[in-house]
């Protein structure tokens, strides 16, 4: 099962979506337009084009991966045996329970 097992690097699936996910919020984030505020002689804008005069390529926000990514998140976070295994996967197993 995929939500419950980890992956070759022992990572689980959960832990990776969350990164994921909050890695593409940055991503999307910094193409959002940029607010204009207006001043009294007239208006100005703020820009965020580099000081080369480049503007950088705006991708599309509403891309498939993002939603997919985020959904997947929202689907493994209510199944509760996904967030038990990504709970527990930095645990080690119990051996024997100390006697004292």
Known sequence: DLA???NNQNENILLF?????GRQMVEQRQY???KTKK???GSSKK???PLDGSVPEMPD???EPPRFCRRALERLLN???AVNSMLNSGSKPADSPVKG
């Open 39 to 41: 001043t009294l002689g």
């Open 79 to 81: 199944d509760w045996p």
């Open 47 to 49: 820009s965020s084009h």
């Open 4 to 6: 419950t097992r980890p």
């Open 61 to 63: 926000h509403d891309l």
């Open 17 to 21: 979506l969350v990164q994921t996910v």
């Open 32 to 34: 959002r337009p940029s």
